[in-house]
């Protein structure tokens, strides 16, 4: 396929010269998808491979390198139809095919859990396949658009969200003018199967990302471009506090292997700008890297920290982004 040799999209090599010489070069590249558009999120296993992405047709795929490129892993909807489904990106098909989000795999047991916008939380069990529904509603209420997922890896518990009580799948485009603080993050307790509310009143949550020591969880409010640090244990469990606001609209957040939090920013206007801005817990801005105009689209889903690469996740692209930066001190040896 002529899209498999796709690679090196732009290097730009800066030179700046106090305090010290530094020779620092970008690349942006792309992992190409089979006929397919819409990598919004990413997991890696805990053998390193992948990424893994849910795409806009329903279906999960795994990277397998340059020659063998991405695969069939599994899918979300027990009623999905491979002809009608493979390659669409349609919403109206989605009740179908299922609409993956947001996913991580618990290591320790190589299950990989995924939000659904359709299906709910599910589960694909080691090895691939046909994804299990493990819940579908919470605190008694139903879900309407699961979006974001992380895992405790200490504990298994899953966190994810619903990003919205009111509007669905369908309805994003009256959601995203809305005020709505339907939102909510719920965990599932993989030792008693159970699902519960851990905060609700969230506007628009998009995005999670649970702290290294498990003390404390950020999440995504889209609506008021912010981002809000709920405690899960210690003296100020169940509380919240807003952290920091965005200029622009932030989607996924994950963490890295530092600790830190890279968050998806996307800027409309005057130009469009998609940026991964890296924050620490206590939400002090630490970096800030533009993908744009070489990372053409309209919105940047996630910036998924790996391995010294970020890796770019779209509504659209028929490609995976990977950008890597390289730093050397001119006077090291
Ligand atoms: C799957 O979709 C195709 C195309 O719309 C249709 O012809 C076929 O009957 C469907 N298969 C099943 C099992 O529903
Ligand atoms: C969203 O909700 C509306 C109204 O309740 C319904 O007509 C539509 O089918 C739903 N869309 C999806 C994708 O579930
Ligand atoms: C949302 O709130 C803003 C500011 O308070 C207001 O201008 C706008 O009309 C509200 N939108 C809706 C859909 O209620
Ligand atoms: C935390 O909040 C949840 C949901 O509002 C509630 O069910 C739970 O009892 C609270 N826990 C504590 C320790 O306050
Ligand atoms: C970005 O995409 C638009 C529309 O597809 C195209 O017109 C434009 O030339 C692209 N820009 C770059 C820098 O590739």
């Not at 009740?95 to 990989?112: A, Q, R, V």
């Not at 994950?254 to 206007?269: P, Y």
Request: proline share 5%; with cysteine.
């Amino acid at each position: 396929m002529a899209l498999r040799t796709m690679s090196i999209l732009s290097i730009f090599i800066l030179f700046s010269s106090f305090p010290s010489p530094i020779l620092c070069a970008s690349i942006l590249r792309g992992l190409p998808l089979p006929l397919v558009t819409g990598p919004l999120a990413f997991a890696f296993d805990a053998g390193g491979h992948g990424p893994y992405t849910g795409v806009g047709d329903g279906r999960i795929l795994v990277y397998q390198g340059s020659i063998t490129g991405f695969v069939e892993y599994g899918h979300t909807s027990p009623i999905r139809n491979k002809t009608l489904c493979d390659g669409t990106n349609s919403v109206d098909l989605a009740t179908i095919c299922g609409k993956p989000s947001g996913l991580g795999f618990y290591d320790k047991t190589g299950e990989l859990f995924i939000a659904d916008s359709i299906y709910g939380l599910v589960m694909i069990p080691p090895g691939g396949g046909v994804g299990k529904q493990l819940a579908t509603s919470a605190g008694g209420v139903a879900f309407r658009l699961p979006d974001a997922l992380d895992v405790d890896q200490s504990t298994g518990d899953v966190y994810f969200t619903d990003l919205s009580g009111v509007y669905n799948l369908s309805q994003t485009g009256d959601l995203v003018t809305s005020n709505d603080t339907s939102g909510r993050l719920i965990k599932y307790d993989p030792k008693t199967k159970q699902v519960s509310v851990v905060f609700d009143g969230l506007a628009g949550a998009s995005g999670t990302a649970i702290s290294e020591d498990g003390s404390f969880i950020l999440v995504i409010e889209l609506l008021k471009t912010q981002v809000r640090k709920i405690w899960l244990k210690g003296p100020k469990k169940n509380t919240s506090e807003v952290l920091l606001t965005f200029t622009g609209s932030p989607d996924k957040i994950r963490r890295n292997i530092a600790g830190d939090f890279w968050v998806a920013v996307s800027i409309s206007s005057p130009n469009v700008e998609l940026l991964g801005q890296r924050i620490n817990g206590d939400g002090k801005l630490l970096e800030t890297v533009n993908f744009s105009p070489k990372f053409n689209t309209t919105m940047v889903t996630e910036v998924h920290p790996y391995n010294n690469g970020l890796y770019l996740g779209s509504l659209d692209l028929n490609y995976v982004g990977v950008y890597r930066e390289f730093k050397r001190y001119l006077d090291d040896n």
